[in-house]
T-cell receptor, first 116, second 114 residues
């Protein structure tokens, strides 16, 4: 196990609702990244937070937003849910400053979101 | 721009046979490359990573991968498959800009036949 935890494990929402997913980073890690993994695909980068500031964003609309707290735990918020938002959402924690691209990202077990 | 291509969405081998999972990358700068494994209903677990220290990288569970710059490849191998190796395997390249996100391939599902 990596020490990265996520909650909840599963979630069912209806279209148009809002959802908040949570991630607790591995001890000592100051960076968290969020990924969306649709069924049968590889994970897609949503965004990254470093020391409570957004530090890069993928091709996701603004209704995907996040927070990182002083204890380095993190939230992913998705507003106005769409059917295509159904996926496994993974968070990954790591140590390092911007540009430390060789640092290993340690993944949590994910939250599976189903939008009906 | 960096990208990763995994050839073969499904690979089937017999228990005890060689495992070979293919990964080719595209990168304009020296890449950092990773292999992750995902068991059903779980997150991703790091198998190994290449960070330019050595071209042959040994990972966990008997897996290894060789970085070949001339072929832009980073194939994953294991000499003898075990039933417990059945899982989805993802190759990823780390992109360095303002952040260091991972760019994943589409994955290869490994099936191990008894």
């Amino acid at each position: 196990e990596t020490g990265v935890t996520q909650s909840p494990t599963h979630l069912i929402k209806t279209r148009g609702q809002q959802v908040t997913l949570r991630c607790s980073s591995q001890s000592g890690h100051n960076t968290v990244s969020w990924y969306q993994q649709a069924l049968g695909q590889g994970p897609q980068f949503i965004f990254q937070y470093y020391r409570e500031e957004e530090n890069g964003r993928g091709n996701f609309p603004p209704r995907f937003s996040g927070l990182q707290f002083p204890n380095y735990s993190s939230e992913l918020n998705v507003n106005a849910l769409e059917l295509d938002d159904s996926a496994l959402y993974l968070c990954a924690s790591s140590v390092g400053t911007s540009g430390s691209s060789q640092e290993t990202q340690y993944f949590g077990p994910g939250t599976r979101l189903l939008v009906l | 721009a960096q990208s990763v291509t995994q050839l073969g969405s499904h690979v089937s081998v017999s228990e005890g046979a060689l495992v070979l999972l293919r990964c080719n990358y595209s990168s304009s700068v020296p890449p950092y490359l990773f292999w992750y494994v995902q068991y059903p209903n779980q997150g991703l677990q790091l198998l190994l990573k290449y960070t330019s220290a050595a071209t042959l990288v040994k990972g966990i569970n008997g897996f290894e991968a060789e970085f070949k710059k001339s072929e832009t490849s980073f194939h994953l191998t294991k000499p003898s498959a075990h039933m417990s190796d059945a899982a989805e395997y993802f190759c990823a390249v780390s992109r360095m800009d303002s952040s260091y996100k991972l760019i994943f391939g589409s994955g290869t599902r490994l099936l191990v036949r008894p």
